[in-house]
């Protein structure tokens, strides 16, 4: 019985890449990565970062990537290896998930100190346009969102108003107390406020995903819905 041939450069090649898609197409963390870091590469070709700054985002995109790839394979290793609960299992998965929480914690991090200055001034004239009596806008653009949330739920006749259904009015509501924050914060703040409010929204409309009650669709529906109503309202009454 002959030997099985070593792989050539162009096996290798085609074996990591089949191993990148794999992950890319069972684990969802992992779409969400890449998700993001387009947003963050063309954000900050948009702002024009500089080279040092660029070598930054690309060491931690890379660091979360290369994380949850090492997290998937543990996992998978784990799986094939034990066929019953095994503590010293668990806790081998939970050493790999925690790895893929630093190196995200660590990119949150490095954008926050790339984009912070420049996000903000680039905003800041048009924010201040926007910004007037922004109690009683935030409380138009709520009730805007709820509203055509109702509204479309009754249309397409899927979910109630409070739970199920094309758009997530959770999420709705989330990303349009994001937008109204983010208008309504005073300059010396507006980009810290801002991230966390995106956070926490980001994070209302994750639990709907996780919990079953909307899919990915609906939760991005209602994310844009809520966002571009209190735009809306903004621009038009500010």
């Given at each position: 019985?002959?030997?099985?041939?070593?792989?050539n450069?162009?096996?290798?090649?085609?074996?990591?890449?089949?191993g990148?898609?794999h992950?890319?197409?069972?684990?969802?963390?992992?779409?969400?990565?890449?998700?993001?870091?387009?947003?963050?590469?063309v954000?900050?070709?948009?702002?024009?970062?500089?080279?040092?700054?660029l070598?930054?985002?690309?060491i931690?995109?890379?660091?979360?990537?290369?994380?949850e790839?090492?997290?998937?394979?543990?996992?998978?290793?784990?799986?094939?290896?034990?066929?019953?609960?095994?503590?010293?299992a668990k806790?081998a998965?939970?050493?790999?998930?925690?790895?893929?929480?630093?190196?995200?914690?660590?990119?949150?991090?490095?954008g926050?100190?790339?984009?912070a200055?420049?996000?903000a001034?680039?905003?800041?004239?048009?924010?201040?346009?926007?910004?007037?009596?922004?109690?009683?806008?935030?409380?138009?653009?709520?009730?805007?969102?709820?509203?055509?949330?109702?509204?479309?739920?009754?249309?397409?006749?899927r979910?109630?108003?409070?739970?199920?259904?094309?758009?997530?009015?959770?999420?709705?509501?989330?990303f349009?107390?994001?937008?109204?924050a983010?208008?309504?914060?005073?300059?010396?703040?507006r980009?810290?406020?801002?991230?966390?409010?995106?956070?926490?929204?980001?994070?209302?409309?994750?639990?709907?995903?996780?919990?079953g009650i909307?899919?990915?669709?609906?939760?991005?529906?209602?994310?844009?819905?809520?966002?571009?109503?209190?735009?809306?309202?903004?621009?038009?009454?500010?």
């Open positions: 019985m002959s030997a099985r041939r070593a792989p450069l162009i096996d290798s090649f085609n074996y990591a890449f089949e990148i898609i992950v890319l197409r069972t684990q969802r963390n992992m779409r969400l990565h890449f998700a993001i870091a387009f947003v963050v590469i954000v900050a070709i948009v702002v024009n970062v500089t080279k040092l700054e070598i930054a985002l690309l931690s995109i890379a660091f979360v990537l290369i994380a790839m090492i997290n998937t394979a543990v996992e998978a290793a784990i799986d094939i290896a034990t066929t019953s609960f095994d503590p010293m806790l998965k939970d050493i790999a998930a925690g790895a893929v929480l630093i190196a995200a914690v660590n990119a949150v991090a490095v926050y100190l790339v984009f200055n420049k996000v001034n680039r905003s800041a004239d048009l924010l201040d346009r926007l910004r007037q009596e922004p109690a009683e806008l935030t409380l138009a653009a709520l009730l805007l969102t709820v509203f055509v949330v109702i509204a479309t739920k009754a249309y397409t006749g979910g109630t108003p409070l739970r199920g259904g094309l758009p997530s009015g959770h999420a709705a509501l989330a349009a107390g994001w937008m109204a983010t208008y309504a914060a005073g300059d010396h703040h980009f810290l406020i801002s991230t966390i409010a995106l956070i926490m929204a980001l994070l209302v409309a994750q639990t709907r995903v996780e919990s909307h899919s990915t669709l609906e939760v991005t529906y209602g994310a844009l819905l809520g966002a571009l109503a209190t735009l809306a309202v903004f621009q038009v009454f500010a």
